[in-house]
């Protein structure tokens, strides 16, 4: 029998398993006839261990290779810190002037996440905090003009329909009716809430312009790139509050509920 030294090791195995035990241990004499086949099952499995373990190396190798590869994640841009004070004067509120908490939100009427919290919380933070008195809400002009083309359009016809009295109004005629946001569309929306349409035409030639770039001044002043955006404060002298909260997008009612219930029972000092 010509043996190797892989035939040697599994001769070695044999032993160790008892399976070359003396025949004097076993009483009888040792029966070799089987032993080829056993040393050749062990050889094999042997073998499929060795490709096994090259196929590990393999993946391991492949592994590294791509973690290397892989750019560096960049790091998170920092958040800008909260502006000390934002003016709350001249722009459109409801609620109790006297609330101990005003919100004053930055909005697009043409984003659809400005859309999604007026369909989903604004109605319910009027229900239970605005109509209550517990909270005035404050509204800021903030049209994303690059991606958003009749968003700023729209946030002039507001203040027109402002002008008139009726800014709620329009502001949830432009919510609930997105798509139409061009401006002859815009003049149609004044018609059906009866406004005076001649003042609305002058008005909306240019007059309000600026009071909507005053909003976007603002709000970039404070740290605001998109929308929706909300910032809770407390009331200060002059028109203006002090702004100890911000929460950013299109956030569930209760997010909204969890902030102003610890806001109001822990008010925070207004100077």
Same mark, same amino acid.
């Given at each position: ?12 195995? &044999? ?7 003396? &025949? ?11 032993? %080829? ?6 050889? &094999? +499995? ?50 109790? %002037?006297?609330? %101990? ?31 209550? +008195? ?67 035409? &002058? ?15 603002? +709000? ?52």
């Amino acid at each position: 029998m010509n043996f190797t030294h892989r035939t040697v090791w599994a001769l070695a195995a &044999a032993l160790g398993a008892g399976l070359l035990q003396p &025949a004097a241990v076993r009483g009888q004499e040792p029966d070799l006839t089987g032993l %080829p086949a056993q040393v050749e099952k062990l050889n &094999a +499995g042997q073998e499929a261990l060795r490709k096994e373990l090259q196929a590990v190396q393999r993946q391991l190798q492949q592994i590294t290779s791509l973690l290397k590869a892989r750019p560096a994640q960049p790091a998170a841009a920092p958040q800008p810190p909260l502006p000390a004070e934002l003016v709350t004067d001249g722009a459109p509120f409801k609620g109790s %002037p006297d609330a %101990p908490l005003t919100i004053v939100e930055f909005s697009d009427f043409q984003c659809p996440f400005c859309r999604q919290h007026w369909q989903q919380t604004y109605g319910q933070l009027d229900r239970d905090y605005i109509s209550t +008195g517990k909270v005035r809400y404050v509204f800021r002009h903030f049209p994303l003009e690059r991606i958003h083309p009749q968003a700023f359009k729209a946030s002039e016809a507001t203040e027109c329909a402002a002008a008139q009295g009726k800014f709620w109004e329009m502001h949830d005629r432009l919510f609930a009716n997105q798509q139409a946001l061009m401006p002859a569309d815009l003049v149609k929306h004044a018609q059906a809430l009866g406004l005076d349409e001649t003042r609305f035409e &002058a008005c909306f030639a240019g007059q309000t312009t600026a009071r909507v770039r005053a909003d976007l001044a603002m +709000g970039a002043q404070a740290g605001v790139s998109a929308t929706p955006n909300f910032f809770l404060g407390v009331p200060m002298p002059g028109g203006k509050i002090k702004v100890v909260r911000k929460l950013s997008g299109a956030l569930p009612f209760a997010t909204f509920k969890s902030t102003i219930d610890g806001l109001l029972a822990s008010p925070p000092p207004a100077e």
